[in-house]
């Protein structure tokens, strides 16, 4: 049988995990927030999203699932999105991998940014300390990043989650972006 | 600017059907199949995990007789995997004696949105490049319109920043933005993909894919 597989973002301080097939970068922790709380572009240094967290889950697996690997579009995400100096879409990694954070923890921010994930006080607690966040440029198919290495066994289930977040240069150019590509795979039989 | 026309089943995110099937030959010389080829009734895989296998074979699915088997016993489940025919070819593994093998089906999960047409129907996901401004249907052209409150529908100035002003209005120094009519509705989808996947550990992977088979050095 073929396990019934769906990508999840958390939202809350819960949290709630709720199956997902967009996502919008914004500034609230919601996964479907339309045109409201949208980024903001400053006028000096750089301003943030809130991070997303996104993960698999998954019914039906008949013996094993495992190998949870995920990866965005390819391609330069900073120059499609026009995000200005020092602008990206980023995606937290640990020191070592996998990944994958296994402790939630709600995204924050004001009205103007998101708190960057590794920021000192306001971080992400999974990553802040010895982690690091890199260009998700750098995950392509050809070269995943690893979010969760545990074989999971029959049934029902879900992985650690993946961190991301946009980051926006003052010269970034304002306005709705072109859609990006992340895409998740696993290992199951 | 760059289209890409989609097949309204590469968006609607169902469950992809099976197009082969794992068969596995123990040292011991014992055959184990994932399907009962009498019955077409489904097995567990003896071990997930890597074990001493003298060959690992993925098999496609040809005989209508067996697949309509298949897929009659699967109906008769609450989460059924239904299987078609294939025109790839059986691939067959064969370790050293030794070398530790296992196989495994490796799923894809691809969110996306993309454009449909509401004058042709045709479904496409669109690319901004650089001379791009508009997304425009690549099957009968339609793009979406705008109209000034003033003027009606007008030809918009499209500024990098994502506003579309009335033309008329602009030259006569009153600069006014333009309603969108939505003729390309943007919709979501999703894509899964299964691969399917022999590995000898730490030597070569094996991937199939829809239309290639990618054999990479570990």
Redesign the interface.
Known sequence: ???????QEGNGSGPTWSN????RYCLTDSKDPGTSFPCIVPVSGVARSFWKSHR?SW??V???L??IKWFGPGGTVKN?WELGTGGDVVVAKKATGPHGCDTYQQATGTETTGHDIMDSTNGHACYKTSGSVVSIDTYTSANPLDVDNTVYGSGSGSSKHVVTQVVIGYDA????K??I????????? | MRQEILNPKDTSGEVVSLSLFWGLESELGEVSVQYDLDTGEERKIPTPDFANWNSLIWIPFRDPDFIYKVNCLQSEKDNPTFVDASPLPLVHIIPKNGELSRVTRRGFLEFFTYYECSACGTSFKWTREDDDIVPVCPKCGMTNTWTCDIHGEVSPIHLENGENRCPHCEKIGSPRGCNKIRNLIHREGVNRKIHYVAIIKDKVEVEIEEDKIVIKSL
Do not use: H, K, P, R
């Not at chain 1, 049988?1 to 769906?6: E, F, H, I, L």
């Not at chain 1, 150019?173 to 709705?176: K, L």
């Open positions: 049988m073929v396990a019934t597989v769906n990508v997902i097939t967009n996502g698999l019914s039906g008949g013996t094993q495992s190998n499609t150019v304002q306005g709705d072109t859609d590509t992340f895409t998740f795979q696993y290992d199951e039989i």
